[in-house]
């Protein structure tokens, strides 16, 4: 069994989340006038689509997870500061051998994200119950939770190995998350 910690996310508090007062007409009238007021004052340029940023994020596809990645980014303190890549499995579409035929496009996207962003990791998370790691493993290799963190943690050991080997200077945060949000890191 590889070595292994739980993070559980922090809460992300949106507009709709219960809260935060509601926010009434009156409100969003003086907002409006405020920011045009500042806009006029504030010639600030538009942000260039290069810069300095923590990571890129490979994930999956499943709308499950999208939420629960986004929290374990901000619970990192990533919000706003990392790319991502999103294919069916994840780190296991980027690497294994059943999904060849995506791997060129993970590591040409790897290599702008690193021109273009000057990140410093990547953050590779697959998830429990993925559909791509059936296919890439067989049932049986997901059939239990023990056998299914194993083939995670397998694949994952190769996707850092292999972003060590192209890109040396990247650290690599590997884990899989959980059906709660919550991610075992692998590695």
């Not at 006029?40 to 942000?47: D, K, M």
């Not at 021109?115 to 067989?138: E, M, N, P, Q, S």
């Not at 049986?140 to 023990?146: F, G, I, L, Q, W």
């Not at 972003?163 to 998350?177: D, E, F, S």
């Amino acid at each position: 069994m590889p070595d292994c910690t739980i993070v559980t996310p922090h809460a992300v508090h949106h507009t709709g989340c219960g809260c935060l007062p509601p926010l009434g007409r009156r409100g969003i009238l003086a907002g409006r006038g405020i920011l045009a007021g500042l806009g006029g004052l504030l010639a600030l340029p538009a942000l260039a689509g290069s810069g300095h940023y923590e990571a890129m994020l490979v994930n999956c596809i499943d709308p499950r997870f999208t939420t629960g990645s986004f929290e374990y980014m901000g619970a990192r303190h990533m919000r706003n500061l990392y790319s991502q890549f999103v294919i069916a499995g994840g780190p296991i579409g980027a690497v294994h051998p059943r999904f060849a035929a995506w791997h060129q496009a993970f590591w040409d996207n790897l290599d702008i994200t690193v021109a273009l962003h000057d990140i410093h990791a990547v953050v590779a998370l697959t998830h429990r119950d993925c559909g791509a790691a059936k296919l890439a493993f067989g049932e049986a290799a997901v059939a239990t939770p023990t056998a299914e963190t194993t083939a995670h943690a397998e694949v994952l050991s190769i996707f850092r190995a292999e972003v060590a080997r192209r890109k040396p200077a990247l650290k690599v945060h590997t884990g899989i998350m959980a059906l709660d949000g919550s991610v075992m890191e692998v590695g």
